[in-house]
């Protein structure tokens, strides 16, 4: 009977951050046209489109990366 193969934990590392970062990537946008009353010192930056877009790109390189290796 053949050994079951399992996924490296980077894929995963990878999902889970493709998913965070475009739930914050998502709500910078949503807060790019909806601005909220109380501004922050670096509101005008928009940090949460820039590490939603970081998250997103670095978790679909592992993703990509890992998605077809069995450990």
Do not use: S
């Amino acid at each position: 009977m053949p050994e079951p193969k399992m996924k490296p934990i980077w894929f995963f590392v990878g999902m889970i951050l493709l998913v965070i970062g475009g739930i914050i990537f998502l709500n910078g946008i949503y807060l790019l046209f909806h601005p909220p009353v109380i501004k922050t010192v670096l509101a005008d930056m928009h940090p949460d489109i820039w590490w939603g877009a970081i998250m997103i790109i670095f978790g679909g390189v592992l993703f990509l990366k890992t998605r077809n290796q069995l450990v």
